[in-house]
């Protein structure tokens, strides 16, 4: 079965429009998102009802738990917060119900495992061989798991445990082997900060075993243009300009 694994949409209409056009030309059976659908950008009640329409399985993340009003935004910076208590005034009740209810992690039958953040914590981020290690401590509570994809960071990469030792690996494909763990993360579509701007996402491929980055072109002047012009920090629209 053929899997589009995406993260991090946070409210870029025009990136996740891309994205799923995009996957739509893919054979995918199934997308999954890893959360946070709203936050930073300006389109959080179109980007939620796009993911409800096309059927995309969600994760909690940690934006989404706070505006569901879940959990308090002590911990954000000050654009994130700023972007967050917006978001909070125009978000629907039906869109603000929906990220109360999702699940903070998903199985996927007996493929994978889908979180945000860490296998344990939304906010908690997996970026060094040390997180991974004890990430993937964490996925051996999981039994007959070996790959979880993971978002949170909006960098694609991935990391592999081979016999005790935690591997990084960038490649545009990774070949999933009995034995070998993965913690693979799909970048973000919504605001990419590897220095790349395109929305960014993975296909999984349980047949073949196969995990495939895709990178997505969208319109990021209008996307930039809506923050501005809803009054968010300036900041957030030269975020994607720039990929970082």
Request: with cysteine.
């Given at each position: 079965m053929?899997?589009?694994?995406?993260?991090?949409?946070?409210?870029n209409?025009?990136?996740?429009?891309?994205?799923?056009?995009?996957?739509?030309?893919?054979?995918?059976?199934?997308?999954i998102?890893?959360?946070?659908?709203?936050?930073?950008?300006?389109?959080?009640?179109?980007?939620?009802?796009?993911?409800?329409?096309?059927?995309?399985?969600?994760?909690?993340?940690?934006h989404?738990e706070?505006?569901?009003?879940l959990?308090?935004?002590?911990?954000f910076?000050?654009?994130?917060?700023?972007?967050?208590?917006?978001?909070?005034?125009?978000?629907?009740?039906?869109?603000?119900?929906?990220?109360?209810?999702?699940?903070?992690f998903?199985?996927?039958?007996?493929?994978?495992?889908?979180?945000?953040?860490?296998i344990?914590?939304?906010?908690?981020?997996?970026?060094?061989?040390?997180?991974?290690?004890?990430?993937?401590?964490?996925?051996?509570?999981?039994?007959?798991?070996?790959?979880?994809?993971?978002?949170?960071?909006?960098?694609?990469?991935?990391?592999?445990?081979?016999?005790?030792?935690?591997?990084?690996?960038?490649?545009?494909?990774?070949?999933?082997?009995?034995?070998?763990?993965?913690?693979?993360?799909?970048?973000?579509?919504?605001?990419?900060?590897?220095?790349?701007?395109?929305?960014?996402?993975?296909?999984y491929d349980?047949?073949?075993?196969l995990?495939?980055?895709?990178?997505?072109?969208?319109?990021?002047?209008?996307?930039?243009?809506?923050i501005?012009a809803?009054?968010?920090?300036?900041?957030?629209?030269?975020?994607?300009?720039?990929?970082?």
């Amino acid at each position: 079965m053929r899997y589009a694994i995406i993260s991090d949409i946070h409210s870029n209409l025009e990136a996740i429009v891309s994205v799923l056009e995009t996957i739509a030309k893919l054979d995918v059976k199934k997308t999954i998102c890893l959360g946070d659908i709203i936050g930073y950008n300006a389109n959080p009640n179109e980007c939620i009802s796009l993911v409800r329409s096309h059927g995309v399985k969600c994760v909690m993340g940690n934006h989404d738990e706070r505006a569901a009003g879940l959990a308090d935004t002590s911990n954000f910076n000050q654009q994130a917060e700023a972007a967050l208590l917006w978001t909070r005034t125009v978000i629907t009740d039906e869109g603000k119900e929906f990220l109360q209810n999702l699940p903070k992690f998903h199985k996927e039958g007996r493929s994978f495992l889908a979180v945000h953040g860490s296998i344990n914590s939304l906010d908690d981020y997996i970026q060094c061989a040390r997180d991974a290690a004890r990430n993937f401590m964490l996925l051996g509570e999981f039994e007959g798991f070996n790959v979880c994809f993971f978002g949170h960071t909006h960098i694609s990469m991935a990391y592999l445990s081979v016999e005790g030792s935690v591997l990084l690996n960038m490649d545009n494909s990774i070949k999933v082997e009995k034995g070998i763990k993965y913690l693979v993360n799909p970048g973000s579509v919504g605001q990419p900060r590897n220095r790349d701007p395109r929305a960014s996402f993975v296909v999984y491929d349980t047949a073949e075993r196969l995990i495939t980055y895709h990178k997505v072109e969208y319109d990021i002047q209008t996307a930039a243009g809506k923050i501005i012009a809803a009054g968010l920090p300036e900041r957030l629209a030269e975020r994607l300009r720039l990929g970082w």
